[in-house]
């Protein structure tokens, strides 16, 4: 029989699945790529990490600092303490001490969500710190789950990580460039303005995301196998979504969200785990 904080655990866990599940189908589907222990742990940070975002990006109440220092406060005690009344800070907060990610990570995440309360434009010095925060250290947690927590492998690829992490969130500015601009009023690329925004200012961007791409590729094969496809999958996603965009008239990035077809994505997930399974 269980005990109730292993159900109170087990629920948790459960919780950040559901979210993962119903927000993103990419990053369900990288994640049924990974073994077990390696997905649950993934859940719980995207979980956590979705629930920040939704403050600053959807629910964008008045007091948005008020109820971003509130969920600090709840993860640096349930980090402490091991329990939180929030099933998915519990979730999350369950994963950073078995793993024993470093509170620093999570401090740079809160950080840049902090950003979005007020920022609307971004100096290269800030949008290289906000993306750090919002993405790279969310890749880097990731990673200590995915080597296990060995130390060694980690310091090996945590270049590659970061570039991954950074990759994405660049793909991700580009997609959103329309909503970000018109509903949230937020330009994350330095000197951009969406009304001048050209073919030119695409390319270097485009170049720069593949930059990243290339930095992460190398480093994916050195993976353990328990996270090596879901890593992979993810991977080759955005780098289609990169070739894509990189196809679309700038113009276009100013009143639609570009997306892979879903066709193209089941293909890419078929044959990776295939791959997977032997």
Not at 8 to 25: A, M, W
Not at 151 to 180: E, M, T, V
Request: with cysteine; glycine share 4%.
């Amino acid at each position: 029989m269980m005990h109730n904080l292993e159900i109170y655990n087990q629920l948790s866990q459960e919780f950040s699945e559901k979210i993962t599940r119903r927000y993103s189908s990419s990053f369900s589907a990288a994640a049924s790529l990974l073994g077990r222990r390696e997905r649950d742990a993934i859940y719980s940070i995207y979980g956590f990490v979705r629930v920040a975002d939704e403050i600053v990006d959807t629910w964008r109440p008045k007091d948005m600092k008020y109820y971003l220092d509130a969920l600090k406060i709840d993860v640096k005690r349930a980090t402490k303490s091991g329990f939180s009344t929030n099933p998915i800070i519990h979730s999350f907060c369950t994963t950073v001490r078995q793993y024993s990610i470093p509170y620093e990570l999570v401090e740079s995440f809160m950080r840049s969500m902090a950003m979005d309360i007020n920022k609307k434009t971004y100096s290269p010095e800030e949008y290289k710190t906000y993306i750090y925060g919002s993405a790279e250290v969310v890749g880097l947690m990731c990673l200590i789950v995915f080597v296990g927590g060995n130390k060694r492998q980690y310091a090996q690829l945590l270049p590659a990580a970061r570039a991954l992490g950074s990759a994405f969130q660049k793909i991700n500015f580009l997609r959103d460039f329309s909503s970000d601009s018109k509903q949230l009023g937020r330009v994350y690329f330095p000197g951009k303005d969406i009304s001048q925004f050209n073919e030119e200012d695409k390319i270097a961007i485009i170049n720069d995301i593949r930059n990243d791409l290339q930095i992460a590729q190398k480093a994916i094969r050195k993976l353990p196998k328990a996270s090596r496809y879901g890593v992979e999958l993810a991977y080759r996603n955005f780098a289609g979504l990169t070739s894509k965009i990189g196809r679309t008239p700038a113009d276009r990035l100013k009143n639609e969200r570009i997306s892979l077809p879903k066709s193209q994505k089941i293909m890419i997930y078929l044959w990776l785990r295939t791959k997977s399974a032997f």
